[in-house]
């Protein structure tokens, strides 16, 4: 299928969400979705040795991308060389927030929800705790719609859905290459898990915070909204 994003994007994250959890990370999912709409991406770990200080290779590098993709877990993360009041995340976000022509997009990781089965690094980091409930906060208040994740799997759908509605319109089957590609999504993850259990049910494998728009046997659908029985329901913008 063709692609149906051109941006360059650049992924902004602490370690350990490269890390966590096991097996495939929400950085991992965060690049699943960026794939399947054809954008490309950079984070800090894929760039080589450079001359310039830090601070200058993320102004260079950020300025070039046209979404800044933030991912703002319970990690405050590494300070500075050139300032250390900020970490390297912080810094990005607000030097996203500064270029006019960067779109800005956050994922907030909701550890503090009691449905979230707490990782160690949520407990152990204690240094910086203050600093990350201060950066969260100005995410939270900084003026752009924070979206709230507790799995992986519901990440990499949020950032598929956001990203679809960043790109430009296509009055010629966007909507419908939308809900392809997020049944692509949870097809996939259906079938791994019906390996498991094969009397088990799709609507189990979808948070149900944020629920996904899907046609299918079980689901109740109209022109512009599909979703699942007894969900709370989002609309996909064509």
């Known amino acids: 299928s063709s692609d149906v994003c051109s941006s360059d994007l650049f992924i902004s994250h602490t370690a350990e969400l490269s890390q966590w959890p096991k097996g495939r990370s929400v950085v991992d999912a965060v690049k699943d979705a960026i794939r399947k709409t054809g954008c490309s991406c950079s984070e800090m770990k894929d760039w080589t040795a450079d001359t310039q200080p830090p601070k200058n290779v993320i102004e260079q590098r950020l300025g070039e991308c046209d979404v800044y993709l933030g991912l703002i877990g319970a990690r405050y993360g590494s300070p500075m060389q050139e300032d250390p009041t900020l970490s390297y995340t912080q810094f990005e976000f607000r030097f996203a927030r500064e270029c006019s022509q960067i779109e800005t997009l956050v994922f907030l990781l909701d550890f503090e929800n009691p449905e979230f089965e707490s990782p160690v690094f949520v407990s152990h980091e204690t240094q910086f705790a203050e600093r990350q409930r201060e950066f969260r906060q100005e995410v939270q208040q900084s003026g752009v719609t ?93």
């Open 146 to 238: 924070v979206a709230r994740f507790l799995t992986a799997d519901t990440l990499e759908l949020l950032v598929y859905q956001a990203l679809m509605q960043q790109a430009p319109p296509d009055p010629v089957g966007a909507f419908e290459e939308t809900l392809k590609r997020l049944a692509e999504i949870e097809w996939d993850r259906w079938q791994s898990a019906l390996r498991d259990d094969p009397h088990d049910r799709l609507d189990r494998y979808i948070d149900p915070h944020y629920s996904l728009l899907l046609p299918g046997p079980q689901a109740n659908h109209s022109d512009s909204e599909f979703r699942l029985p007894n969900r709370k329901s989002t609309r996909l913008n064509s």
